[in-house]
């Protein structure tokens, strides 16, 4: 009878199209954010960052202390767990925003929270103006503590003008009066 043997093989076709996703060694199509423990670096404070991002922050950290302003690391690397327990915290509203897990920067230890008050503050108008010589760019509207390590999608100014278009300050020392 031809009528099982056909019911035979639609099944077994039926299972030839699910069979990848079932095979032990498949891994689920799921979009992870990798972690990156063996790229960490740790910064002054004990947040880490990945080896770049790390590498550029003290750079531009150095930068700002040149200027007398300090950048103080709240949060850098997270681990998916941590991210975890701020997303929940964030739903019950007992936190600040968070990604979901999966979401955010943070887990790329591409992000970092910098301690900056409000837009007011020296502390923020100072990476306003000099985060994106360092590749580093604010990236959530509602968050100005929030800063992403993305050197190729951040536009360096142009020539001798800081990330705001205002003149770089001179270099050259100033000159003191003599007049005395
Ligand atoms: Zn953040």
Redesign the pocket.
């Known amino acids: 009878m031809p009528f099982p043997r056909l019911r035979w093989s639609l099944l077994l076709a039926l299972v030839c199209l699910l069979a990848p996703g079932l095979s032990p060694g498949a891994q689920p199509k799921r979009k992870r954010v990798k972690t990156p423990s063996k790229q960490l670096v740790t910064l002054p404070g004990g947040e880490s960052l990945r080896r770049d991002a790390a590498a550029a922050f003290l750079r531009m950290s150095t930068a700002a202390r040149a200027e007398g302003i300090r950048l103080w690391v709240n949060?850098g690397y997270r681990t998916r767990r941590q991210q975890r327990l701020l997303y929940e915290r964030y739903r019950m509203g007992l936190g600040p925003q968070a990604a979901r897990p999966g979401r955010?920067n943070?887990q790329r230890g591409l992000?970092?929270?910098i301690v900056v008050g409000d837009e007011d503050t020296p502390t923020y108008q100072w990476l306003a103006a000099n985060a994106c010589l360092h590749g580093f760019r604010r990236t959530?509207p509602s968050?100005p503590?929030?800063w992403e390590y993305r050197p190729r999608s951040t536009r360096a100014p142009a020539p001798g003008t800081d990330c705001l278009g205002q003149p770089l300050p001179s270099k050259e020392p100033e000159q003191t009066a003599s007049s005395s």
Do not use: L, P, R
């Open positions: 949060s955010s943070h992000a970092v929270d959530v968050e503590w929030h």
